[in-house]
């Protein structure tokens, strides 16, 4: 029983920085059908920024974020309207192979300064643990968690009080009517993809602490987090959620298979629609 | 015949006669070892390209075949205490017909879904198989890798040599296969697929069994291949056959040189292989040769992505069309 709770808890708590970065994939792939294959690499490319602000100003990785959420922000923007926008036929194909080039640039660039050696992000939250109905939850995960939550209810209310989120979400269900009510689409997507690196970024503090990485990690963590936004449903940031947190409890394989016994009863995912699709 | 149908005609005699006395001409090592990896690059873009090509379904996952078809050639011959030597050649079409099994309920599965998730699903098979290499330590060794019988009796120049007949006949039979669906009512039916699925199925195609029978075929030569390239190396570990580069670099050839075409996943890994085994060979270490990588890649998604073959094609076409009318 301990057993169960203890593996449901850390279970919750790792699944909130999956959803975490998932719901920038999720979120990217609704606005603009595009499968953002570079997400993982994206979220090692700003494990490796903290790593490299916390070393040299000391700073906690916890509040590089201050620092590098913008930075990846920025980026996000620069490289849809560099790589994705020129896209004229066949988008949702082409980006995946655009944005997995990316990943590998990205792998390439980090490899060359950092070396492939692995590295974990240092804090004194990342070791020390508190006692809970008699069994260890150490704080990162609560912190990890807590940061999660912050951002996912941050970008909730950005999508459904605001009027940004508004155009996004009608640009979400149909890209042309938006246009025709006055959307401005092609913004909208470039703020979208800039959020969903941003919240890579996030997710890479948390995984830089919980876990060692080097530049390669970002295969690992790509199939999950695919696998993951499959589960949930393409575009859906619900499912994508509920995904995130009901799968890294269990090792990768059964996770596999589980997503294997998804597909076979349900391809469209737990919570997608079934779409009429050409590619 | 016109003459440029002459002039294609004798350049594909040309082509076909220096591959088969490449390694007389060129026999040092350093240039077989490239012609091998080249060769076995053609082999792979063109039977990818069946899928990814005819079909219109973008599979990020071959390399699991290319895997399959290693670890299958590996155990085979240790199992069997086959003799180093041209004996384990004889067991890679077993390789190709296991990877055939496995590409069948692989493709059972992910077929369910299309473009996009069908991309991300074959990622994920990817990666389950190299967990299964991994994690499977009693029967592949695990982390630690699988040795192939290693045949000693082929030293200094001549080692390179069978290897590079058997990649040749490898990518020939791809070739051959590409070239006959091409002209089948088969191959119709997938190219009917790939422009319009629910509208094929509506005109009579038997839209599932093709796309499975696609996937299929594109997968066998992959696996054969992949069992010939563990045997040349003659060791193998899970993440370097079950390599996401290995997956996309396929797809690379196969764009750049001109997607669904017989000629451009040829001319894509001519291109490109020699280069990358340059860059990897000069930056290795230093993974700089990841982002020349990403930057001919994107390069060629963003200014070419039709491929060279079809742009030159049009531009050939607009020229005779010039002469025409004058």
């Keep these: 029983m301990r057993i169960v709770l203890e593996a449901a808890v850390l279970g919750v708590l790792t699944g909130g920085v999956y959803a975490l970065m998932a719901s920038g994939l999720t979120l990217i792939f609704g606005v603009m059908r595009i499968i953002n294959v570079g997400q993982g690499a994206l979220v090692i490319l700003g494990a490796y920024l903290s790593f490299a602000l916390s070393r040299s100003i000391h700073l906690d990785p916890f509040l590089t974020l201050i620092v590098t959420m913008p930075v990846m922000f920025l980026l996000g923007i620069g490289l849809q309207f560099v790589f994705i926008r020129p896209l004229k036929t066949d988008r949702e194909a082409l980006s995946v192979l655009i944005t997995y080039a990316i990943a590998l640039g990205i792998e390439g660039v980090l490899g ?5 050696n692995y590295i974990e992000l240092r804090a004194w939250y990342e070791t020390a643990s508190f006692a809970i109905f008699g069994f260890h939850v150490t704080w990162v995960y609560v912190f990890g968690f807590l940061l999660c939550l912050a951002i ?30 006055g959307v401005d689409v092609d913004r909208v997507s470039a703020l979208a993809f800039g959020i969903g690196v941003a919240t890579a970024a996030a997710g890479g503090v948390v995984f830089g602490v919980t876990n060692a990485f080097n530049p390669g990690s970002h295969y690992d963590l790509i199939s999950r987090l695919l696998s993951i936004i499959v589960l949930g449903g393409l575009g859906s940031l619900r499912g994508a959620i509920i995904a995130a947190v009901i799968s890294p409890v269990w090792a990768s394989f059964v996770f596999f298979i589980i997503l294997v016994l998804v597909l076979i009863v349900r391809p469209q995912g737990l ?3 079934r779409v009429r699709e050409r590619i | 015949m016109s003459r440029l149908r002459v002039l294609k005609r004798v350049g594909l005699l040309a082509a076909i006669v220096i591959a088969l006395i490449l390694p007389l001409i060129a026999p040092d090592p350093s240039t077989t070892n490239l012609a091998v990896f080249t060769v076995m690059y053609i082999g792979l873009a063109t039977s990818w390209n069946i899928m ?3 079909t219109g379904y973008i599979s990020l996952g071959h390399a699991a075949f290319f895997g399959f078809g290693a670890y299958s050639l590996g155990l085979l011959s240790n199992h069997l205490n086959v003799a180093p030597g041209y004996a384990p050649f004889l067991l890679v079409p077993v390789a190709g017909v296991i990877s055939g099994l496995v590409a069948v309920l692989i493709g059972w599965i992910a077929l369910r879904t299309r473009a996009a998730t069908f991309v991300i699903v074959t990622i994920a098979f990817m990666f389950m198989g190299q967990l299964l290499a991994e994690n499977l330590v009693k029967l592949t060794g695990g982390g630690a890798g699988l040795g192939f019988p290693y045949p000693q009796q082929w030293g200094g120049d001549f080692y390179n040599t069978p290897f590079y007949y058997a990649m040749l006949a490898l990518a020939f039979l791809a070739l051959a296969t590409s070239w006959t669906i091409r002209r089948s ?7 009917a697929i790939r422009d319009d699925e629910d509208k094929a199925l509506a005109v009579g195609v038997p839209t599932r069994r093709f796309k499975l029978a696609a996937f299929t075929i594109s997968a066998i030569p992959v696996g054969m291949i992949g069992a010939v390239y563990g045997y040349y190396v003659t060791y193998v570990y899970p993440q370097f056959v079950f390599d996401p580069l290995i997956g996309i670099s396929m797809v690379l050839m196969v764009f750049l040189g001109g997607l669904g075409t017989l000629a451009g996943p040829v001319l894509g890994a001519l291109l490109l292989e020699p280069a990358q085994l340059q860059f990897a060979y000069r930056f290795g270490a230093s993974r700089l040769y990841l982002v020349f990588y990403a930057a001919v890649f994107l390069l060629v998604m963003l200014f070419l992505p039709r491929g060279v073959v079809p742009s030159v094609q049009e531009l050939l076409q607009r020229r005779r069309q010039e002469l025409a009318s004058p």
């Design chain 1, 112 to 116: 060359f300064f950092f070396t492939t």
């Design chain 1, 152 to 181: 996912l209810g941050a970008l909730f209310v950005l999508l459904y009080r605001t009027s940004f989120g508004a155009a996004l979400r009608a640009t979400m269900l149909n890209r042309t009517a938006a246009q025709l009510v």
């Design chain 1, 271 to 273: 919570y997608g629609v």
């Design chain 2, 52 to 54: 990814g090509g005819y």
């Design chain 2, 185 to 191: 009512k088969f191959g119709l039916g997938l190219l």
